[in-house]
């Protein structure tokens, strides 16, 4: 675990494989915060830009009530102005909230992911472990420096080992995140417009939140080790993308 106040720090070791969660004690004078509890999110989708971090959860989040249901997911993030929001691609919603809501909401920061896999090593081994992991059964995870100097940073769902010529492709998980979150000077503007209402607490739920749509960003990669990727978006055009820096972890044993 590390201490949030070091932004750098905390940024090295996301980018190093660290995992990030939070903990959060939410306000129980807002009536919707009753009773008294504790909660946490595990936050395995990292955007960062400009060394600000956006991390969010799977879209698994069942929001309900008696007449509606859908799947959003929960982003947290390091900006000085302390906001969270709640994302529904289907419908492209998004619900901004202060983290005043909250009497307590820190960061955890967990070491227990191993580097197997750098582009930038200058020597790679001749093993590349990757083929005896996926026989072991473990979970992996990338982080990707793309053209945009934004790192991405996502869950494995397929890793392949190219048996006969040693090489392999790694693709990630799909996800879709709010687009805005690729558009640093985007964002602060949103947020730079509402600074009261992020900087306040709110006496209700309904007044706590600033309901609003953003397009998807439609996340997937396709990474193979000789510096080549394709996205989402890259698949209906046939194109390939190269990029600055690639990352493989897997989980400890």
Request: net charge positive; glycine share 6%.
């Amino acid at each position: 675990m590390v201490n949030m106040t070091n932004n750098n720090d905390v940024i090295r070791k996301l980018i190093d494989g660290s995992a990030l969660y939070t903990y959060m004690v939410p306000d129980d004078s807002i009536p919707t915060n009753r009773p008294l509890h504790c909660e946490g999110f595990y936050l395995p989708h990292i955007v960062i830009t400009d060394n600000v971090f956006w991390a969010m959860g799977r879209t698994v989040h069942l929001a309900h009530t008696k007449d509606k249901r859908g799947l959003w997911h929960f982003c947290y993030t390091n900006h000085p102005h302390g906001l969270f929001f709640s994302y529904h691609p289907e419908v492209s919603g998004i619900t901004f909230m202060s983290t005043k809501r909250y009497k307590k909401h820190k960061f955890i920061v967990k070491n227990n992911w191993e580097l197997i896999w750098d582009s930038a090593w200058n020597e790679k081994p001749q093993d590349y472990r990757i083929d005896r992991l996926i026989k072991q059964g473990v979970c992996f995870k990338i982080a990707m420096l793309d053209d945009e100097n934004i790192w991405n940073i996502h869950p494995v769902d397929l890793p392949m080992y190219h048996i006969s010529e040693g090489t392999f492709n790694i693709k990630t998980e799909y996800f879709e995140y709010a687009f805005a979150l690729r558009n640093a000077k985007g964002i602060n503007k949103l947020i730079g417009e509402n600074k009261t209402f992020f900087s306040t607490k709110p006496e209700s739920n309904k007044e706590g939140t600033l309901i609003g749509t953003c397009a998807p960003f439609h996340a997937f990669y396709n990474l193979f080790d000789n510096g080549e990727y394709y996205n989402y978006y890259d698949i209906p055009r046939g194109s390939k993308q190269r990029y600055k820096r690639l990352k493989i972890f897997c989980e400890k044993e």
